[in-house]
Every structure is written in structure tokens, then in C-alpha cells.
């Protein structure tokens, strides 16, 4: 029996394309036993190709059940299924879980005990429950693409789906949660979590600059808002990133850069004169990071005590040292396209460990188990298949 430590856990995964799927990804990183329910025709097209990069990242460490959800034969064996199961996750536009009868109410007429999850682009009510929500509209609604690039450029979107990532990961905690609660009450609960509350979260002190302050923050480019001269800086092979936030990190910079003075300018000498003088103290900074190299300049600086980096390609992430160490990778050998290396978790517990245990499988790979682990005899599977319930 697995000691990881979410086995206890039965979930069945309704979720496609990617903020669902990166919510249960998490429980079944960490052992759970996960069901994937899809389509008798399989989900491949919703997060990509089956065997490509993304829908394989997505989906390890599941089983594969095709099932109708729409048959009444389809919906009996769901709610079988239900009553074997602690946690459901879907994220279907809002009204499809009525339609088909699988939403938190019904199905908790059968299982008191189950944690019902829904992902969705604004909300399980309000103004905006019929649109259709997507990671870039979040993204542009949330505010993060008025802050994102560079001034004057127009919006610009973050260069991953920012929104769906951290809808599924506040999902997931949301799950974890109730399942703590449960212990205590006995009872499941009604899961939520959105695209447009995730990125407005994501937004933290941005988004409090107005809350509290009520200051309207811009673009900042490469600079940090309001902390600087932290930036992006050339070489004279490259581009690496500063953070000198602070004034004792400043001096040391300035230090480091064999330009003492800098610290001592009137216009720099200050958090606040600095943010003012901004493009100007860049400039400054500049035009002495062009005379040495990237790797140069981040062995002289990290000497320092002054925080930098590379700015790397993704060939370039994996090949760091650091990167390897930290291990968050894991290869997983697949039956068709051979070992395949997918992005694992970044947490670490002393004693837990998540793993990847199987490659996401084939489209209704685990379906006849399922059904005869909830009690259909050969025959009877073989009915459901020739009425393409399953």
C-alpha cells in the first residue's frame, strides 16, 4: 500500500485544458488515486495533443475512464463513482454541471463526505457567469497585463497562463482544506476557485498600491516597481539580472562596480531619489556592466552580497547546476514515446515525497478495471461498450 501521503485520497478528475488539470495534478503528484473521466472519444485537443508536451505534463499519475455523462447509463456509473470518491474537480462553464445533474447538491445527496471542486473564469455567480473565461482575458481583466511590459508599449500578457496556474493551485488548497475540515465536521463542502480571483490575488502589492494607496500603478519594464535599481542590465556578452534594493545593497554595488561614487550622488542616495532618477541611474549602471561578461559580473556581484542572475533560455534553466540539484524534474518511461521528462512539484517535505508513479495514459486506458473494481461483470462492460456509454 503507498505511503504517499494524499493515497488515502479517491478524486475524479472532470477538468480540461489546464487550470482543472494543474489542480489535480497536485493531489495526484502527492498520491491520490485520480480517475480522469472523459469523453468516449477521449479529451485530446483540450491542452494540446495526447502525446504532446503539455497534455503530457499535465495529466501523469491518473487513471483513464471513458464515460457519456450524458446517457442515463453514463450518469450511474458516475454517481456510483461518486459514492467511492472524496473529492470531485470539474471546471465546465458554470451551467454544464447542472445540465448533466452532477452538481454539488446532487452529488452530495450521495456522498455527504464529498469535496466538490469548480474552476472557472469569474465565478459560480454574479454579472459574468455565462462568459467564457480564458487565461488571457483573466490576465487583461485582473489588471496584470496594464502592468506588464514596457511603458508606452501598450498591454502586454505574461509569457505563461499566469491565471490558469494559480486558479488550479488555489484549487487545490482550497481541496486540502476541506479535507482538514471534514475531519473535524464530517461533511464536504463546495470548493471555489476562478481565473479572475486568482490573477487579482496574483497582483498582491500591485493591486494593494490602489486598495491602500490608492495609487493606479503602470509598467515598469524590466524594473521593479518600486524598488530600484532593480533591473535588467547588458554585458558585453549578454543581458543579467540586478536587485540592489535598499541602501546598503546599493552601496555594495556600487562597490562592486568600481564606481563608489554612485552611492554618494545626490540623486541616487535615496530609495526615493533613486525611483525618480530611475533611467538615469540604469544608464549609469549600464554603461559599466557592458565591460565585462555576463558570468563575470555575476561571480564579482554574488561575491558582494548584491542578488543577480542569468537570464536565461529554457535550454539554459535545465543545464544550471542549481537546477539539477534541486531535482524537479522526473523522467517516467511511456509506452509510446519512451521515457518522457515532466516538471514536478517545488515543494519538499522531510518525510513525504511526492513522485511521478505512471505517464499520463491513453484515452479510457483503465476503463474496464474501473468498472469492474464499482461492481460490472465482463458482459455488462461489453454492453456499455456496444451502446458507447464507455
Known sequence: MSTAPLARFKVLDLTRVRAGPTCVRQLADWGADVIKIESPDGDSG?????????????????????????????????????????????????????????????????????????????????????????????????????????????????????????AGIFAAMGILIALLEREQSGEGQWVQSSLLAAQISMLDFQAARWTIGHEVPGQAGNDHPTSI??????????????????????????????????ADHPDYATDKARSANRKALNAEIEAVTKGNTSAGWIAALNKAGVPCGPIYKMDEVFADEQVKHLNITRKIAHPALGDVEVIGQPIEL??????????????????????ASIGYDPAAIAGLRARKVV
Open 350 to 371: 522531510s518525510r513525504s515525497k511526492w513522485e511521478i508513479r505512471t505517464p499520463t495514459p491513453e484515452a479510457g486506458e483503465h476503463t474496464d478495471a474501473i468498472l
Open 229 to 262: 535599481p532593480t533591473g535588467v542590465f547588458a554585458t558585453a556578452d549578454g543581458y543579467i539580472n540586478i536587485a540592489a534594493a535598499g541602501n546598503d545593497i546599493y552601496r555594495r554595488l556600487c562597490v562592486a562596480l568600481g564606481a563608489p561614487a554612485l
Open 46 to 166: 483540450l491542452g494540446g495533443a495526447r502525446h504532446g508536451p503539455d497534455f503530457q505534463n499535465l495529466h501523469r499519475n491518473k487513471r483513464s475512464l471513458t464515460l457519456d455523462l450524458k446517457s442515463p447509463e453514463g450518469l450511474a456509473i458516475m454517481h456510483k463513482l461518486v459514492a467511492w470518491a472524496d473529492v470531485v474537480v470539474e471546471n465546465y462553464r458554470p451551467d454544464v454541471k447542472f445540465r448533466l445533474k452532477i452538481d454539488y447538491e446532487n452529488l452530495r445527496a450521495i456522498n455527504p463526505r464529498i469535496v466538490y471542486a469548480s474552476i472557472s473564469g469569474f465565478g459560480q455567480d454574479g454579472p459574468y457567469l455565462t462568459r467564457p473565461g480564458f487565461d488571457q482575458i483573466a490576465q487583461g481583466m485582473g489588471g496584470l497585463m496594464s502592468i506588464t511590459g514596457q511603458p508606452g508599449q501598450g498591454p502586454m500578457r505574461v509569457g505563461i497562463p499566469v491565471a490558469d496556474l494559480t
